[in-house]
Every structure is written in structure tokens, then in C-alpha cells.
């Protein structure tokens, strides 16, 4: 301190938040694959995916006397 | 204040100060409870979705403790304890905590949702509403009974790792709630008996501050007894067992005789050995929980490999 402190890339600061950026990254991609396989595994255990969507779908019907 | 004095100018917050934010020794306990609810559930989970299960509840324990820290800042900045939170040291704004303790709340509940089930995703959104509304912004400062109430929220995660795996509420998860509700009041004020100074200081009305230690001595007395057969009651379910029993026998009698010694000190007694008693009493609660999950994950772990107590009698 004390000294003139030149803004540069090689700033503390900037090291800093690019650190913070890095693992935030990490984080974020962590979460992508985490997503990605939960979908796999539910697919995988054949869970029913589909949904109402404004439209008539006849896998979503219930068959008579189930 | 001398000349000598440096003036501390706030760091730039660091990706660990979020971090910081979401309490990781709480979330470390709630990760804990969490799994041994989802595992010691009847139901087999796929490895995957548990791990995801968990972390989501580990996220949204995290999310209330954000919360918790937004709206607690000024208490946490006059006590020792908590002075270098990531908001009261000033690296992290109020503004902030607040925004991340919303936003990971959201996620995690819809992720739970969509990862197991709508039932522990709900109970997820309740527990955070618990802790960071119904504690942290209305009991904690208003009555001494706060560690009471406050202590449901601490309880919630275990019925929520249940609910992950089974997709309801039953009676061995409601034991487990109840464990955990029951044990936090006598071991927080155990602590309290020793912290007393931070929490007068930060106008948080706690027992041993609004009605005397020897009262507080007496409810950590009846909360030990109260607790014994709640705890014990867990043997005779389907996730309990003779090993269970064991351990929690041998908790439960140290428990109530470190409660009964506590009783029949007198403050100046306390005062003498600067509560060695009482930190002893904090200490053996931390094992109490702590090893009561764990016989429970043993249960479980001998039920997968096909063990089976023979005619051990399940009341419930």
C-alpha cells in the first residue's frame, strides 16, 4: 500500500475474480452433467416423462379397467 | 483505539465466502441426517438420484443459512462467534445473501421435485420457509423458547431424505424428526450456558439469559428425559434393531446423567471450573446425535447384505 497500484491484468483483483469465475464454471458444468444424468437414469428406468401439453396425447390415457 | 490501529478495508468476496454463505457445518449435519433417512427407507433408490436427492436438500439447508446470515447480520456482527461471516466482515453484501439464499431455495425444491418426488420437495420448501421465516425472522428475537421451535427446522431434513426414497411421511420418519427435535433445545442450551455473554450482548433472548441457569439446568434435565423414549422407541420400528437398541441404551443413560450432574451444580460451582460440565454436556449431545445415525446406517447396512434379526419385534 502506498504505492500507485497500476491497473493491469495481473492485478490481485482480477486474479481473484477469475478464480471466483473458475469455479463458479465448475459449478455450473457439475450441475449440466448432474442434470443429464438424473435424465438418463429415469429414462433408463422407463419413468413416464410426458406431461399435459394443450393437446390430445393417447400414452397419457389411462386404459379402461387399469 | 491507539494510533497503532489498522483499518481493515472488506476483501473482495471469494468463490469460498459464497460458499461460507450456505453454513457448511450445518449442511455437513443435514447432508448426514438426510442420507441416513433416504438409505435406511425400504425402498432402494437408485445411487444417483439418492447422491442428487441429498445434494439438493444439502442446497436448500444451504439457501436458509444464506438467508439466515441476510437477515441476522446485525446480531452476527456483535457476536465472537459469528464476527467473520462472509456478510457481518462485509465481504459479501446483505443485497447478495439474500438474492443467492432466494435463488438456490428455488432451485433446490424444484430440483428435489423433479429428482424424487413432489412430497420431499415440498417438505424441502417448508423446512427453508421454517428456518429463515417462522426462526430466523420471527422466535429467535422475540422468545427464549426460539431453540424449541427453531429446532423443527433442524429436524426436517432426515423425513425429507425419507420422503426422497419412499414418497411419504411414516412413523420411523417421524421418530427420526422427533429425535432431532426433542435433543436440539438441551444441546443448544448447554452451549448457552457457557455463550451467555455473546447472546445478551446481541439482544438474543435465550433461556440462560431471560430465566437463570438454574432453569435452564431443569429444561435440559426434562428434554433428556423426554428424549430417551423417542429415541428408544426408534429400536422397535423397521429400522431399528437390536444394535440400534445398544447404542442407544448406553447414549441415553450418559445423556440423562450428564443432564442430572448439570442439574445439581449450583452457578458457582460452574463459575469455578469455568463450565467444564456443562462443555462436557455439549460435547457428549454433538456424540449423541451423532452416533444415534449412525447405528441407524448400520441397521441399514446390515439389511442389505441380507441380515435379518430374527423375530425382533417390531411395534410399529
Given amino acids: 500500500m502506498g504505492v500507485i497500484m497500476a491497473i493491469n491484468r495481473d492485478h490481485e483483483l482480477h486474479r481473484r475474480r477469475a478464480h471466483r469465475n473458475m469455479w463458479l464454471g465448475l459449478v455450473l458444468g457439475g450441475f449440466v452433467v448432474l442434470v443429464f444424468g438424473i435424465t438418463m437414469v429415469k429414462l433408463k428406468n422407463g419413468q413416464m416423462m410426458e406431461a399435459f401439453d394443450h393437446t390430445v396425447r393417447p400414452s397419457l390415457v389411462v386404459e379402461q379397467g387399469k | ?316
Avoid: C
Fill in chain 2, 1 to 316: 483505539m491507539t494510533d497503532a490501529t489498522v483499518i481493515e478495508r472488506p476483501r473482495d468476496a471469494e468463490f469460498g465466502d459464497f460458499f461460507a454463505l450456505l453454513k457448511p457445518r450445518v449442511m455437513s449435519l443435514v447432508v448426514f441426517t438426510a442420507a441416513v433417512g433416504l438409505f435406511s427407507a425400504p425402498v432402494s433408490v437408485h445411487p444417483l438420484l439418492a447422491f442428487a436427492s441429498i445434494l439438493f436438500i444439502a442446497v436448500g439447508a444451504g439457501a436458509s443459512g444464506a438467508l439466515n446470515m441476510w437477515w441476522d447480520a446485525d446480531i452476527d456482527r456483535v457476536m465472537r462467534r459469528t464476527r467473520n461471516r462472509p456478510v457481518p466482515s462485509g465481504r459479501i453484501s446483505p443485497e447478495d445473501a439474500r438474492t443467492v439464499g432466494i435463488w438456490l431455495s428455488v432451485l433446490s425444491v424444484v430440483m428435489l421435485g423433479l429428482t424424487a418426488n413432489m412430497v420431499a420437495a415440498g417438505l424441502l420448501a417448508f423446512t427453508i420457509f421454517f428456518y429463515a421465516v417462522v426462526y430466523s425472522m420471527w422466535l429467535k428475537r422475540s422468545t427464549p423458547q426460539n431453540i424449541v421451535i427453531g429446532g423443527a427446522a433442524g429436524a426436517f431434513p432426515p423425513m425429507v431424505g425419507w420422503a426422497a426414497a419412499t414418497g411419504g411421511v411414516s412413523v420411523e420418519s417421524l421418530l427420526m424428526f422427533g429425535l432431532i427435535f426433542l435433543w436440539t433445545p438441551p444441546h443448544f442450551w448447554a452451549l448457552a450456558m457457557f455463550m451467555d455473554d455473546d447472546y445478551s450482548r446481541a439482544g438474543v433472548p435465550m433461556l440462560p439469559v431471560t430465566h437463570g441457569k438454574p432453569a435452564t439446568r431443569r429444561h435440559i434435565m426434562f428434554y433428556s428425559l423426554i428424549l430417551a423414549p423417542v429415541s428408544l422407541a426408534l429400536a422397535f420400528t423397521q429400522i431399528g434393531g437390536p444394535l440400534y437398541l445398544a447404542v442407544s441404551l448406553v447414549l441415553n443413560l450418559l445423556f440423562i446423567s450428564g443432564a442430572w450432574r448439570l442439574l445439581k451444580r449450583s452457578d458457582a460451582e460452574a463459575e469455578a471450573d469455568r463450565y467444564a460440565a456443562e462443555k462436557k454436556y455439549f460435547r457428549l449431545s454433538l456424540l449423541y446425535m451423532l452416533l444415534h445415525f449412525t447405528a441407524l446406517l448400520g441397521e441399514a447396512a446390515l439389511r442389505w447384505t441380507g441380515f435379518d434379526w430374527a423375530s425382533w419385534p417390531q411395534w410399529v
